[in-house]
């Protein structure tokens, strides 16, 4: 099993990042797909979540508004798009696959691909 994100980057406040997640492997169908991300010094945390259709979403408080998860099943890849970014998204982000319905939960994430890099500058 595969994930792969990428996307990252460096870019301005204000400014636009679209993050993708490639699986293969796997039964992509199956799996509810999570972003999360980890900032220096800081703990992991879920950012968004999407379910097995895409009809259920999921977003932390800070991202609401500002992220849009979305996923393309004919495609195995999920997408993060990430608007009017601030330096507090600054973060290593990592994409992961569960079976489980409590897509909030990262302990019940079965797979994990490596990060992409996001860097905000003011």
């Known amino acids: 099993v595969q994930l792969q994100a990428s996307g990252g980057g460096s870019v301005q406040a204000g400014g636009s990042l679209r993050l993708s997640c490639a699986a293969s492997g796997l039964h992509f169908t199956a799996y509810r797909i999570g972003w999360f991300r980890q900032a220096p010094g800081k703990d992991r945390e879920i950012v968004a979540a999407?379910?097995?259709?895409?009809?259920?979403?999921y977003y932390v408080d800070s991202v609401k508004g500002r992220f849009t998860i979305s996923r393309d099943n004919a495609k195995n890849t999920v997408f993060l798009q990430m608007n009017n970014v601030n330096p507090e998204d600054t973060a290593v982000y990592s994409c992961?696959?569960?079976?489980?319905?409590?897509?909030?939960?990262?302990?019940?994430?079965?797979?994990w691909g490596q990060g992409t890099l996001v860097t905000v500058s003011s």
């Open positions: 992961a696959a569960t079976t489980t319905p409590a897509m909030q939960a990262p302990r019940l994430y079965k797979y």
């Open positions: 999407i379910s097995r259709s895409g009809d259920t979403t």
